[in-house]
Structures are given as structure tokens and as C-alpha cells.
């Protein structure tokens, strides 16, 4: 057997289609929605992702303003920068690229975001709404996670249900795992869910149990084909840079043992899975902070 493919590229681009609409719609009112990205320092994978923000946003009509800091910036000066993505008005959602260079206290920074302009819904505002189940369809919707409302999408769109399921996360980070927990117990779509972490005694048992599996850790092919139940879904979000090609490109593993897609019956490839909806559902962010500032 072979696993489908949850194609995160092909999934990608039905919602920026969906997105592009959206903001024709926002253009005949006046309003263009703009996405702010604050990079600071020169690591060569946050910036390749920064790129693909960008050109996600170019594609679907969206602005893009791009702030970039040097390694050595201070406390003050990335607060600062802050402040003015805050302030601008052709910004209307921002992202400030993690992780922040050692000695710079990122929570901090995090809660220094206006909580409507929070693209990456990780303002603790948004996050505590995320924890008190706010309705989504209510003016007080809250910008959610973009990882893990990209793996939603990626399953619904894929005819994979959710509701009553058993979901074995792995990994409890700020921006994967932990929302992802809230996400999937929350009402509409009833998953029970297991949030395991590098202190789990016996993480094959409490993988072997799930319907679906989503591995966030960063351990190259850490989940074992004989860990999963036959037929799961399972979908990779890590990636690890395991080496240097011939080219010169990075060599990029996943926390998915390839040999998972003999047991699996649905798996996300890495890359073209979870990357791809986490930029969709960054450009989604935007678009919905434009049309509640333009309402
Ligand atoms: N404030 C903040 N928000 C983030 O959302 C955030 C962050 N910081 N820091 C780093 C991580 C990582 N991340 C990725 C997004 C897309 C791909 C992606 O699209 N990957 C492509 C491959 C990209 C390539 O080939 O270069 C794929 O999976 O197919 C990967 C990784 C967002 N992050």
C-alpha cells in the first residue's frame, strides 16, 4: 500500500484563489490589504520563508512591507520596529519572523504586537480567545496559528474527518503543537487529542493509538513506519537541515520515516505539505484583519 498525498502545494493554491477574490472585493472598497515582516538577523532558512510569504502575497494581490534588522539589534530597536508596523496603515497584518536572536526576550516582543494586526495569531489575546472557543463567525474573531489552521484545512479539503477522531500530536511549541491541541478539541471539530512531548514515556504506544498523527519536533524521521495504525493520516511539519547537497542547497529531513507510506493511509510531503498551507493561511490572516478594519 501507498499513502495518498495530502498536497499541501495543490490545497495551497485553492486557497489563494479563494484569497484573491476576497481581496478584489476589499479593492473595490478602498482597502488593500498589506502583510509586515520583521526579520532580524541573516539566517538563511528565515529568510527564504519571508520570501515565500511575499511571494504568496504578490500572487493573490496582497502588499508586502519588509523590515529587516541586523543580528546584533537591540531589545529597544526590535520594540521599535515594532511599534512602526503597528502604526502603519498600509500594514494590516504582521508577522515578526521567530526565532529572535539569543538575549532577546521574544515573548515580550510577541505581546508588543497589536493583537488585530496579529498575523500570526500568537498576540496572547488571540491565543487566550483561541482558549475561550470566541465563534469564529463573531466580530471578535481572533486570527488563529497559521501552522495549525493550515493542517485543519489540509485535512477537511481532503475529505478526511476530524470530528471524534483520535489525534496524537507531537510536540508542545508555541506555534505547532500547543495551539494545534486547542484548535482540534474545540467545538466544530471534535477531535480527542494526545500532546505529547520529549518526555512522553512511550510516544510508539501513544502514536500507535491515533487516527491521525502530526509530528512537530524537528527529529529527522523520528516516526516509524511500525508505530502507525494502518490507514492514519499523518502529516509532517518538522524539518530539520540535515546537510549540504552537491549544489550547495540545504538537505532537508522531516520527522516522517519515508517507509510510513507503506502503513499510512493519507501522508503530507516535506516540503510541499504543511509549508505550503502555513503561507496560505499567513496570506488568509491578512486578508481577514483588512476586511475587519475595512468593516
Ligand atoms: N513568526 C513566525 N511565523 C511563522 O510562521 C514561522 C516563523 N516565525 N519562523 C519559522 C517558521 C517556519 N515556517 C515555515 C513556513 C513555510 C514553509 C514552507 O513553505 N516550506 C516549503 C519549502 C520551502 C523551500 O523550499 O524553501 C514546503 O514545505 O514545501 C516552511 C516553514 C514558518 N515559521
Given at each position: 500500500m501507498t499513502a495518498q498525498k495530502l498536497d499541501g502545494v495543490a490545497t495551497a493554491a485553492a486557497i489563494k484563489e479563494e484569497l484573491r477574490q476576497r481581496v478584489v472585493a476589499l479593492?473595490?472598497?478602498?482597502s488593500v490589504p498589506g502583510l509586515g515582516t520583521l526579520?532580524?538577523?541573516?539566517?538563511?532558512?528565515?529568510r527564504s520563508y519571508v520570501t515565500g510569504k511575499h511571494r504568496d502575497c504578490a500572487e493573490v494581490g496582497v502588499a508586502s512591507i519588509s523590515k529587516e534588522l541586523p543580528a546584533t539589534a537591540t531589545q529597544a530597536e526590535i520594540e521599535a520596529a515594532v511599534h512602526e508596523l503597528n502604526e502603519d496603515p498600509a500594514v494590516t497584518g504582521f508577522i515578526v519572523q521567530l526565532p529572535l536572536p539569543k538575549g532577546i526576550d521574544e515573548n515580550r516582543i510577541i505581546e508588543l504586537i497589536d493583537p488585530a494586526k496579529d498575523a500570526d495569531g500568537l498576540h496572547p489575546m488571540n491565543l487566550g480567545r483561541l482558549v475561550l472557543g470566541v465563534d469564529p463567525a463573531?466580530?471578535?474573531?481572533?486570527?488563529?496559528?497559521?501552522?495549525?489552521?493550515?493542517?485543519?484545512?489540509?485535512?477537511e479539503r481532503h475529505g478526511?474527518?476530524?470530528?471524534?477522531?483520535?489525534?496524537?500530536?507531537?510536540?508542545?511549541g508555541i506555534t505547532v503543537g500547543r495551539p494545534l491541541g486547542l484548535l482540534?478539541?474545540?467545538?466544530?471539530t471534535d477531535a480527542t487529542v494526545t500532546l505529547t512531548h520529549s518526555r512522553t514515556k512511550d510516544l510508539a504506544a501513544e502514536v500507535r493509538r491515533a487516527d491521525i498523527v502530526v509530528a512537530a519536533v524537528g527529529q529527522p524521521h523520528i516516526v516509524q513506519a511500525d508505530w502507525i495504525k494502518p490507514g492514519a493520516a499523518v502529516l509532517d511539519v518538522g524539518v530539520t537541515r540535515v546537510g549540504?547537497?552537491?549544489?550547495?542547497?540545504?538537505?532537508?529531513?522531516g520527522d516522517i520515516d519515508p517507509a510510513v507510506s507503506e502503513v499510512a493511509g493519507w501522508l503530507s510531503p516535506n516540503p510541499g505539505g504543511v509549508?505550503?498551507?502555513?503561507?496560505?493561511?499567513?496570506?488568509?490572516n491578512v486578508v481577514e484583519t483588512a476586511e475587519r478594519l475595512a468593516s
Open positions: 479593492e473595490a472598497r478602498g526579520l532580524v538577523g541573516d539566517d538563511p532558512g528565515s463573531t466580530a471578535v474573531a481572533a486570527p488563529l496559528p497559521c501552522t495549525p489552521a493550515g493542517i485543519i484545512q489540509l485535512l478526511i474527518d476530524i470530528a471524534g477522531k483520535h489525534v496524537t500530536v507531537i510536540g508542545r482540534l478539541t474545540r467545538k466544530g549540504t547537497t552537491e549544489s550547495g542547497r540545504a538537505k532537508l529531513a509549508g505550503p498551507m502555513t503561507r496560505a493561511l499567513l496570506v488568509a
